[in-house]
């Protein structure tokens, strides 16, 4: 029999023969299906330059609107060597002694008691207050520095000044520091005379310098503060404000509180003089503001103010609070507004009953306050002296003087002493204010008295420099 090969099946040896055309029949697939997949790279070019970008917009945005982070720029400036000009033992070698500006000479043997043991003519007045050091008294005079012998009041030498000297000095390590009516800042040796460095800034300056942590601090009529390397006479960083800067500023854990004449006291970083508060009033800040038990003490409208010391204002705080107290005001059902970073308490003068309002607007406390522990004193221009809790505001005890208070007091030990316009000056019991003694110098007692090697030492303005055992 013949097999018919058409009706042949193929046994399983034999391998199916394969089709030899079948693209009409085949489902045609997309290009991007028919490609292999590409391995993609995360660190290309293009996303290492977007993310570099993205670094450095949030690092901007960062450093102007959190002032309280650090400034690594200006943190690179930073001083390699430190020491600052706060008072030590006998002497007094800054204003208000102390880098919080606290005027307090706790370590005392035996307190003046009114005796007056010589006065000398320093000529033609200044603002500043004198430093003491090592028997000898600098004295910021007319176109000179007076140096004097601390126990008889003779002239020993003379440094020549381009200008009258009306802000006090600072003293560290033989060098004064100090500015000049040609808004020279310098340093300068007290052996040689020579200038050490100097610096010149925008406009000249009103207040008297501070040296903390080897930083020059100053302040000037434009409204500058000036953070200068105190070593090298090199610009560390500048803050500005809106109103001049007449007082010294107040210096603790790391932080600087300038007051302004634009009504706002500032908190700024020492090292970056970046903003890390500010405290806004309603009236120009001209004292000098103090600096003690977590606190920073400042006069603002003839007030006394306390604030935190370490207050934080973060962005745009102030203009939603602002927004809130209108709002407030205006009858939203809203709860009380928040009241400024900070903000403690406030005492003002115990004005006379049948005062007039137009006295309050004239009268009552212009300088700063001295602080021992947790007590702090201050006077008025209608004459009242007040011993206050520091930590609360209340007060403890009132004295009326002959005259107003227009000087801020020096306390050493447990004696309180301060000047009026009538040129009494005043020792009391700093713990319930009794009168101790009373003397009467030469003129009006416009400038601190200052407390150095056992002796209190009161400029009138006459231009006497009177010292008193």
């Excluded at 208000?96 to 307190?111: K, M, N, P």
Aim: charged share 20%; aromatic share 10%.
């Amino acid at each position: 029999m013949t097999s018919n090969p058409g009706n042949s099946t193929p046994s399983a040896q034999t391998p199916p023969e394969h089709p030899q055309d079948q693209t009409d029949t085949d489902v045609i697939l997309p290009d991007w299906a028919q490609e292999l997949p590409s391995r993609r790279r995360f660190l290309s070019r293009r996303n290492i330059i977007i993310a570099a970008v993205a670094v450095v917009v949030i690092g901007i945005v960062v450093w102007q609107n959190f002032p309280f982070i650090p400034d690594p720029v200006k943190l690179a400036r930073q001083p390699d060597v430190v020491f600052d000009t706060a008072s030590t033992a006998d002497q007094w070698t800054m204003n208000g002694r102390t880098l919080g500006q606290t005027r307090f000479a706790a370590d005392v043997v035996s307190a003046p008691v009114g005796n007056l043991a010589w006065s000398v003519d320093a000529g033609p007045p200044t603002l500043a207050a004198p430093l003491v050091s090592d028997g000898r008294i600098y004295l910021g005079a007319h176109f000179r520095i007076a140096v004097l012998d601390a126990d008889t009041g003779a002239e020993l030498e003379s440094l020549d000044a381009t200008g009258p000297i009306g802000n006090s000095l600072a003293l560290v390590d033989d060098t004064l520091y100090y500015s000049m009516p040609d808004r020279r800042l310098v340093a300068r040796d007290v052996a040689s005379h020579e200038f050490r460095w100097e610096y010149v800034m925008s406009d000249s300056t009103a207040g008297p310098v501070a040296v903390a942590n080897g930083i020059v601090y100053a302040g000037a009529l434009d409204g500058v503060t000036y953070a200068v390397n105190a070593t090298t006479g090199e610009l560390i960083w500048r803050h500005s404000t809106q109103g001049e800067v007449r007082s010294p500023v107040s210096t603790a854990d790391r932080v600087v509180h300038v007051a302004s004449a634009d009504r706002s006291l500032y908190a700024l970083d020492a090292r970056t003089g970046q903003e890390r508060a500010r405290f806004r009033t309603g009236a120009a800040l001209v004292a000098a503001p103090v600096t003690a038990n977590e606190l920073t003490y400042f006069v603002s409208g003839r007030q006394l103010y306390a604030m935190d010391a370490d207050a934080l204002e973060y962005p745009g705080q102030y203009a939603v609070t602002r927004t809130w107290s209108q709002l407030w005001l205006w009858g939203f059902p809203l709860p009380s507004p928040p009241a400024q970073p900070g903000d403690r308490w406030r005492l003002g003068p115990d004005y006379a009953e049948g005062i007039t309002s137009r006295q309050k607007r004239t009268e009552g406390i212009i300088s700063a306050p001295a602080v021992a522990g947790d007590r702090l004193y201050i006077g008025d221009t209608l004459g009242k002296f007040y011993g206050v809790d520091a930590i609360t505001g209340e007060e403890q005890w009132q004295f009326q003087a002959v005259n107003g208070i227009v000087a801020p007091p020096v306390v050493v030990g447990d004696l309180v002493a301060f000047g009026d316009k009538s040129g009494f000056l005043y020792g009391l019991d700093r713990h319930d204010g009794t009168e101790l003694w009373r003397m009467q110098l030469s003129d009006e007692i416009r400038i601190s008295p200052v407390y150095a090697e056992g002796r209190l030492w009161v400029r009138t303005q006459d231009g006497q420099l009177h010292a008193v055992d």
